[in-house]
């Protein structure tokens, strides 16, 4: 990746969109501060961290940053509830408030009445949007989706983006990366990466507003 | 994350994983419980021992004829000897002692009750530390004259007369060849239910009456007791020598100290101890091998938790401290469960035996302090290996 330079505002909800091995992933893994930059600078929320350490870096992923993965990550021996205050709980947050955090969570993603289920009890949209729940967690200065909908039917998929684009009108920052049009057509701007450059950096012209497919529950 | 959520996550995986946490505790649980085992049946036998010996004059010495060697008839101790040894100016008492085994008809039934019937002296009473309840012990006038009067101990006054208070009553006293018939003058204090040696009912008579039913005049033990017990080597070697120049014969003879026998014991049980405890630290070694084995296997199989862990912000410090916890729960809980079937089987070994094993606080800590730190550091290479994943590698692994 060589060359890049973007600048995502608050309150933008932009798809990133591009092959595999266009730079997508290593672009999300340095918005993620999983991995850093060898060259260059990257300011989150205004601050410079491209030169902090693991631990530092740590702290940052929990405050900063929620992530939704394809594969969803939930772990699978702590129920939904457990999996939403797992970022909350190393970010020391007492249990009594993380708690009422996480069930205000799952409440927002329409899951207060799975809170108490395991992964392997939970369909694949169910589990994601557990992971959603999960990333609003410490209240995150982004949040960070790489192929959310990737392993959902396209049903599960309208969910999550339903989701995503409340939560977007309710001003929080969304970075996704998908390699499907009709999914990047839900936000607001998409950019394109090809061979590890930018191709293209555009507003979304009509943006297509999630349909509630009457978020069932069962 | 705290400490009490830590502990609380990992005894969920160690549970999660029951088969494969019990057979990784294995090694910890023989060593600690052949350790608990060990030590605690040393510990109770040795208090045990120390109760029984304490009731007996632990200063006294005794003579013995060696049974290991070639022993004619001439070797054996007598009553002659006991005055012998008395004469020695450091022997304050000297008590003889023929034991046989006799039974004794209880009162009012067809039941016998076995004793053991001690033939001595009234020495007997300061060598041996007896305690008199009723009555009064043999006196030098019953030895001289050859009385018909017996001691004996409440344990055999309840068995036979139902009350311990039986002096005036006559006793009969089942020998080899008929029953004898003596007149009961004291009762002492048994010995305490004692552990290792079930000791039996005793009664105590004059040697001399005992001689005359016999008509035998051998002595299986002198005990006798110092004046001053800084010169008791010395003075054991002189009895030894008078002994020797009276019999005209060399190295028949044991002196020995009631103490050194108990010493004996112990050092044998020491050594037992030390061995046993050996086993156990062995076992130890190879247990927190396989603990940290299995803490390997997990951090392994558990990499895409470790990379969710940290990409949810966990720092490498709280990874390493996850896994550190578990391995020292993976080894505290089997030290708990070897400590609690050490115990068991220590229980189970004492009641057999007839003793109680003993429970020692410092033993118990120390043993949970050593599973701790075999956990610990079984526990830190694991550990250090989990912290050090690449968030992003640790993602991808399926």
Sequence with gaps: MRGVNVTVEKNEFVAIMGQSGSGKSTLMNIIGCLDSLTEGKYYLDGHDVSKLSGKALAVIRNKKIGFVFQSFNLLPKLTALQNVMLPMTYARVSKRLRTEFAEEALEKVGLQDRMNHKPNELSGGQKQRVAIARALGNKPAIILADEPTGNLDSRSGEEIMVIFQTLHREGATIVMVTHEPDIAQHTKRIVSFKDGRIVSDSPVENQILAEVPAIESA | ?398
């Design chain 2, 1 to 398: 994350m705290n400490l009490l959520e830590s502990l609380s996550s990992a005894i969920a995986s160690v549970y999660s994983n029951k088969m494969r946490s019990v057979l990784t505790m294995l090694g910890i649980i023989i060593g600690i419980g052949s350790v608990i085992l060990i030590t605690s049946v040393g510990l109770g036998f040795q208090e045990s021992v120390q109760s029984d010996f304490a009731s007996l004059g632990m200063d006294s010495l005794y003579v013995t004829v060696k049974t290991d060697k070639d022993i004619a008839s001439d070797d054996l101790l007598t009553l002659k000897d006991c005055d012998l040894i008395a004469g020695h100016p450091n022997v304050k008492f000297v008590a003889p002692s023929w034991q046989i085994s006799i039974r004794v008809p209880v009162a009012s039934s067809e039941e016998m009750q076995q004793a053991v019937l001690v033939s001595t002296n009234d020495d007997y009473r300061f060598v041996n530390s007896i305690e008199l309840e009723y009555g009064r012990f043999l006196s030098s006038q019953d030895v001289a004259n050859g009385s018909r009067v017996a001691v004996i101990d409440s344990q055999l006054s309840k068995k036979v007369f139902g009350r311990s208070n039986s002096v005036g009553e006559k006793i009969d006293l089942k020998l080899l060849y008929g029953t004898e018939e003596a007149t009961v003058i004291g009762v002492v204090k048994s010995e305490e239910l004692s552990a290792v040696f079930a000791l039996p009912a005793y009664v105590y008579m004059p040697i001399t009456t005992v001689f005359d039913i016999y008509g035998s005049e051998r002595v299986d033990v002198v005990f006798f007791m110092l004046a001053d017990k800084d010169q008791t080597s010395q003075t054991a070697l002189a009895v030894n020598k008078m002994l020797e120049l009276s019999h005209g014969n060399s190295d028949k003879y044991n002196v020995q100290e009631l103490m050194e026998s108990v010493e004996t014991i112990y050092r044998v049980m020491g050594y037992i101890t030390a061995f046993v405890s050996l086993v156990g630290g062995v076992s130890l070694l190879v247990g927190g091998i396989g603990v940290m084995n299995i803490m390997l296997v997990t951090v392994t199989e558990r990499t895409r938790e470790i990379g969710i862990r940290k990409a949810l912000g966990a720092t490498s410090r709280n990874i390493a401290f996850q896994f550190l916890v578990e391995a020292v729960i993976l080894t505290g809980i089997g030290g708990l469960i070897g400590m609690t079937l050490g115990y068991a089987g220590a229980f189970l070994a004492g009641t057999y035996v007839g003793f109680l094993p003993a429970f020692s606080l410092p033993i118990i800590v120390g043993t949970l302090g050593v599973a701790t730190v075999i956990g610990l550091s079984s526990g830190v290479y694991p550990a250090l290996k989990a912290a050090r994943l690449d968030p992003i590698e640790a993602l991808r692994y399926e």
